[in-house]
């Protein structure tokens, strides 16, 4: 996955209790690598399909000059491990709270989408020490206000053994479907997918056993009502939304944002997109990640 990120950028392994995480960081010239005193930066991607650290390829460079900038592979997904088992919610609290520790970079500014959005958030709710700012583009927890917004697909036919298998094969594992899935459910403009975006979600799609976290995700056994928690959170909070998202529409971010405004300080949206505008329209999420880090950090 190396070979997607900008030049300069390296991988680093960071150990967590079910297997490595890689993460790319900047290692060299055009960068200046920055002094461990420097502020702090991580990156998370959202779940789906071919996910990776790829999706903040765009956007992350434009912060090395002042940041260190932490971009993982979350465990399942990626370069990372991929252990063979039933992924909960738990095994994503406790393997970016073993990250986080290990990076020592605490409290940092955290900056996730889509429902790695919403577990980053519940996270800072159970541990705020390890948060000074949360960024969150599309949050959602997929069931908020018990509603059902994230499967896609009949729960018998991705709960059956060898048949889910098989639609995962179908469905993330050629060009044409890789494209599909870009252009129909994650991109408000289809002719802003490109062929090196379609190449870098295939090779992440292609690590051997990643059907299991995406089968995780497809069923539904990551979801939960955010709506239920993010009332507790006291770490100072922006919402991103795009305006054309599918499943998660502004509405739902409204509603989820006015559930706890004393902590949800930015409510900005960012208009002709999808769920994934830092990797759909970069240069204006950097722009408004700029705003954002100056008023909340």
Same mark, same amino acid.
């Given at each position: ?6 030049s ?28 461990p005193?420097?502020?702090?930066l991580?990156?998370?991607?959202n ?13 992350y ?9 932490f971009?993982?592979?979350l ?9 063979q ?12 709270t073993?990250?986080?520790?290990a ?13 790695? *959005?919403?577990?980053?958030l519940?996270? %800072? $709710?159970?541990? !705020?020490e #390890?948060?000074k &700012? ?9 069931a908020?206000?018990?509603?059902d917004? *994230?499967?896609?697909?009949p729960?018998? %036919? $991705?709960?059956t !053994?060898? #048949?889910?298998? &098989?639609?995962?094969?179908?469905g993330a ?18 002719a802003?997918?490109?062929p090196e975006m379609? &190449? ?16 995780a ?18 770490v100072p ?20 944002a ?10 900005q ?9 830092h990797?759909?329209?970069p ?15």
């Amino acid at each position: 996955m190396l070979q997607f990120h900008p030049s300069g950028i390296g991988q680093r392994v960071i150990e967590t209790s079910l297997g490595e995480m890689a993460c790319y960081v900047a290692v060299g010239s055009p960068w200046q690598v920055l002094p461990p005193e420097a502020p702090s930066l991580l990156f998370l991607h959202n779940f789906g399909g071919g996910a990776s650290a790829y999706e903040w390829s765009k956007v992350y460079p434009a912060f090395l000059d002042r940041y260190r900038v932490f971009a993982p592979d979350l465990i399942g997904w990626g370069r990372s491990a991929h252990p063979q088992r039933d992924y909960r919610l738990s095994d994503y609290f406790t393997s970016l709270t073993e990250f986080i520790t290990a990076l020592g970079v605490a409290p940092i500014t955290l900056v996730a989408s889509s429902l790695t *959005g919403a577990i980053a958030l519940r996270l %800072a $709710i159970q541990r !705020p020490e #390890l948060f000074k &700012a949360l960024i969150l583009v599309c949050p959602s927890g997929f069931a908020d206000f018990k509603q059902d917004a *994230g499967r896609r697909l009949p729960l018998q %036919a $991705i709960g059956t !053994p060898l #048949l889910d298998r &098989a639609i995962y094969t179908l469905g993330a594992m050629n060009d044409l479907s890789v494209r599909n899935f870009l252009e129909r459910f994650l991109f408000a403009n289809p002719a802003r997918v490109s062929p090196e975006m379609v &190449a870098a979600y295939l090779e992440s799609a292609c690590q051997p056993n990643a059907e299991y976290a995406a089968l995780a995700f497809l069923r539904g056994d990551l979801y939960f009502d955010l709506a239920n928690y993010i009332e507790q959170l006291s770490v100072p909070t922006a919402f991103l939304w795009g305006g054309k998202a599918q499943f998660t529409s502004i509405n739902l971010g409204q509603r989820l944002a006015g559930l706890n405004s004393r902590a949800v300080k930015t409510f900005q949206t960012i208009p002709d997109s999808g769920v994934l505008p830092h990797l759909e329209q970069p240069e204006i999420t950097i722009g408004l990640l700029e705003k954002i880090l100056a008023s909340l950090t």
